[in-house]
Each structure stands twice: as C-alpha cells, then as structure tokens.
C-alpha cells in the first residue's frame, strides 16, 4: 500500500476547504481530483446513492457562489465556463463519498480530507481560546496595556480580500 501523503499534499487539500454557507466544505470537482476520479463519475455516484447524502452533508451552489468561487480560488477557474453548479460537501459527505466510490485512493484520501477538517477545527478552537484568555489579561490589567490587547485583536482578526477597483471610465454623474 502506497502512504497517501505521496500522492496528496496537505496544502492541497487545505486549499480546497472553502467556507460556504456558514459551512466548511469541499467542492465536487476538488474531491475528484483527490479521489482520483472524474467529477461526472464522482456526481453519477452520488445521484446513484441520494439517500445518503442529505441537506447537512451536500448542497448544490447557487450560481452567485458558484461566480464567487472562480473569482476568489485560481484553482477553479474552470469551473466559470461549466454549464452545472458544482456540489459541495461538508466533513461528513466527505466520508460517505468514500464509502460510495468504495476504491483504496478514495478511502485513503477521505481519511486526509478528514483530517484536514480536524486540524482546521483545532486552529478555530485555539483562536476562541486565545480570545477568552485575552479577555481575562485585559480584565486583570488596567488601560496602560489597551494598546497592546487592540493590536493583539487586530492580529487575530482574519483579513478579509480587497475588492478589485472596477477598471474603465466612468460617466461625470457617477463621480459626483
């Protein structure tokens, strides 16, 4: 048996966990590649075995996610030009597409996927738990330190993406 971390780099399946819908997901189309099969394969399997798949562990993307996803991950460019909106699934549809493709590369790379949910839950719990401690400093302290509890905040705070500027001329109505 071939170890998966060979065939799998971690910082792969990291940048295929997007955050949809309040929910840490993977898209069809990443999980394809992952599990070594092609996305229509992928989809005729989970058609195949609806009843395994509800609302909590799959959920089609609207067309405005769907344009949201390509624009934000390089990686998906393709997707843009895809006439179906992809599927995405949480941990736990991870680890029932698994079972469903049923093949020693699926198995072995849903138990990756898996993990890489894990440590992502792990880094959002310490965060949480950073956070409380801060708050209990800042209590203990009185305001000469405020400065240093704002940026240690702001340095906790994930960044969100700059809007790219819209590139043209605009009409003299919209300046003012």
């Known amino acids: 048996m071939k170890n998966i971390h060979c065939i799998i780099p971690v910082d792969r399946i990291h940048q295929s966990i997007l955050f949809i819908r309040g929910e840490k997901v993977m ?3 990443d999980l394809a590649v992952l599990y070594g099969v092609t996305t229509k394969r992928l989809n005729e399997q989970v058609k195949r075995n609806h009843d395994r798949f509800p609302e909590d562990f799959m959920f089609q993307l609207t067309e405005k996610e769907k344009a949201e996803v390509v624009a934000n991950c390089d990686h998906l460019k393709k997707l843009k030009f895809s006439s179906t909106r992809p599927y995405a699934f949480t941990e736990h549809g991870v680890i029932m597409l698994a079972a469903i493709l049923n093949s020693h ?10 993990r890489a949910f894990v440590r992502l839950r792990q880094m959002l ?12 400093l800042e209590k203990k302290y009185d305001a000469q330190f405020k400065v240093v509890f704002d940026a240690i905040r702001q340095l906790m705070t994930p ?3 700059k ?3 819209k590139i043209g001329f605009r009409r003299e109505k919209e300046r003012e």
């Open 105 to 114: 590369v699926a198995v072995q790379a849903s138990i990756q996927i898996v």
């Open 159 to 161: 960044i969100e993406p």
């Open 27 to 29: 898209l069809d189309a």
């Open 125 to 136: 719990v310490s965060n949480k738990e950073l956070a409380q401690k801060l708050n209990a």
């Open 163 to 165: 809007k790219k500027p």
